[in-house]
């Protein structure tokens, strides 16, 4: 009997190394929600609000449609969660 168990060793290793390499993938992520945000020369934003769900990855674009220059009129934007005032 110990032989036998000595003779299979390998093969549990063999079996556990290739669960570890192929049966463990992990799901494909999914691709970031995309919001793009307009503002011009009024500090105004097309868009006001936006929802997500905690964990999801967002990709913000802003894009400034003014025509002053950036120096003396540059654009922020500030995300918050819909609880804050």
């Known amino acids: 009997m110990r032989k036998s ?27 970031p929600k995309a919001v793009q945000v307009q503002a011009d020369d009024t500090m105004k934003f097309d868009v006001t ?8 990855k967002i990709s913000i674009t802003l894009k400034n449609t003014g025509t002053t220059p950036k120096l003396s009129m540059g654009h922020n934007l500030v995300v918050l969660r819909s609880s804050c005032e």
């Open 5 to 31: 168990v000595w003779q299979s060793l390998p093969f549990l290793a063999l079996g556990c190394s290739a669960l570890l390499s192929f049966g463990c993938s992990r799901a494909p992520e999914a691709p």
């Open 49 to 56: 609000a936006f929802d997500a769900t905690p964990g999801q």
